[in-house]
Nanobody, 125 residues
Framework: QVQLVESGGGLVQAGGSLRLSCAAS????????MGWFRQAPGKVRELVAAIRWSGSSTYYVDSVKGRFTISRDNAKNTVDLQMNSLEPEDTDVYYCAAGLKTTGWTLRSVPYDCWGQGAQVTVSS
């Protein structure tokens, strides 16, 4: 199993930036997929960005392309989400997740097995 702890959420004005970080502990394999999801109350959880731990591929939902960047640091076992040009519509709880069995799955469709506790991101207009 993998344990995930998010940090870096907060309140920012529209147009500003925030960086979320996800610290992963446990056995990490290069085949794992790491994703950042977001969810507002009453809404479906949405995959925002994902990356293979090997760094070989990334995925972004259309609404964040060009504004968000996902990256991982193998030495620190962290996966970060840099969020620029934030909009009020980006306000959500953001969750880090790990997909352990990824063979044959795209980053968008891989089943994510392990979840962090969530970090609130609030963008004011």
């Amino acid at each position: 199993q993998v344990q995930l702890v998010e940090s870096g959420g907060g309140l920012v004005q529209a147009g500003g930036s925030l960086r979320l970080s996800c610290a992963a502990s446990g056995r990490i394999f290069s085949s794992y997929a790491m994703g950042w999801f977001r969810q507002a109350p009453g809404k479906v959880r949405e995959l925002v960005a994902a990356i293979r731990w090997s760094g070989s591929s990334t995925y972004y939902v259309d609404s964040v392309k060009g504004r968000f960047t996902i990256s991982r640091d193998n030495a620190k076992n962290t996966v970060d989400l840099q969020m620029n040009s934030l909009e009020p519509e980006d306000t959500d709880v953001y969750y880090c997740a790990a997909g352990l069995k990824t063979t044959g799955w795209t980053l968008r469709s891989v089943p994510y097995d392990c979840w962090g506790q969530g970090a609130q991101v609030t963008v004011s207009s």
